[in-house]
């Protein structure tokens, strides 16, 4: 087996008319081959493009016409050729082959097509992913994930956050639910983290001031949903001496460049998926609980104060408001323990969420940094202080106020691409039913 004999001297899309003359070497797939008998059209598809190499009888050797015509659909191959200008052809170019090595063979027929017209059920595609990736506009979502988790580090990082990463392998749960996966540690119970909460709170103490993780979390919910997953990707922020409106301030700037970088550097996968990205202006509206609770009602929607929201309540939500937007003023009773309860009125917590339509992006708060006050919240939750013994240490030895959040990378990518179904913003999703490839 051969890497291919030639080194590639460009990708597809390098492949300009400017270059009419030049002899070049592209490697990728077999998108497509069309044999008209007399002439030969091969489109080559790597990362980025799609190139035509155009093989006509009278201008390539017999043998290497020959060759060309064994060539199978998704083969990988190596092509040395001449560019030349052809208004017909896709991109305004093709080359005319002077070489053509066949790489490694693909299998027919194919398990899943790879042109983005033939429609397939996600299940068929998820089963041959890598395949279902090879299509660009699938490729696109991830392209365009991957630009939107860079923008988002740099802005951190010129924001003076430092990255830390925490253990995913935890003896005890966040919040103490029970939506957790338990797993096998040596003779002992532990389980896979649905949060790195607790550890960057305890980073607050540390000193490190402000701190972001980019990391996986578990959670075991049996949810079978368009925008859950088992396993998905979480952008937390913690912050030390900043209270939840500064917090929420860092957080719209973020989606704010995160946007505006992604609709720059993102343009043709952006057309490829046809989405026309909308860049929000901060600040985002603020939206209390207790209005929320009456726009859901307006909507013939029934919610009580003091409720969470339910899926039909979030979609009454999303009727009314088109962008992003704050839900503050949560009923500190139905959010953790370590959300932090009003000054005026401690029924009404310093916890939000940042929500795009209908989807909810992430949720934050300014967070209890008292250690007694902590320890009531513990136990007013059901909760049993003991088993939290090693954080709660953190707050009795000079612990600073603090604030953050986690936004959900998918979630955020769902914003992004305009992908209705999460599992599309994940190249191996992880859900109730799916733990393979
Ligand atoms: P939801 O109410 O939508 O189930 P949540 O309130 O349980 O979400 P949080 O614990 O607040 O979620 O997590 C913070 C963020 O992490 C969420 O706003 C979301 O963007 C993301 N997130 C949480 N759980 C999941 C999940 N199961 N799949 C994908 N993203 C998630
Ligand atoms: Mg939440």
Redesign the pocket.
Known sequence: MTAGKCKRTHYSKEITKELSGEQVTIKGWIHEIRDLGGIIFVLLRDRDGILQITAPSKKVSPELFGEIRELKKESVISIKGTVKESPKAPGGVEIIPQEVELINESKLPLPLDTTEKVRAEIDTRLDSRFLDLRKHNISSIFKIKSRMLHSVRVFLEKNNFIEINTPKLVASAT?GGTELFPITYFEREAFLG??PQLYKQIMMASGFDQVYEIAP?F?A?E?DTL????E?I?IDLEAAFCDHEDVMQILEQMIVTAVTDVKEHCRSELETIQVDLQVPTAPFSRIDYDDMVDMVNSKGVAMRHGE??SRAA?KAMGEINQGYYFITGWPTDIKPFYVMPGQENPEKSCAF??MYRD?????GAMRVHQHDLLVERIKKQGLNPESFKRYLAAFEYGMPPHAG????????TMCLTGAQN?RETVLFPRDRRRLTP
């Not at 925008?227 to 088992?230: G, M």
């Not at 989807?359 to 949720?363: D, K």
């Not at 959040?405 to 955020?412: D, Q, S, T």
């Open positions: 919040e649905q949060s979390i959670r919910e949810h925008r859950h997953l088992n998905a979480s969470d929201m979030e969420d940042l989807l909810e992006i992430s949720s959040w986690g936004v959900g990378a998918e979630r955020f999460i």
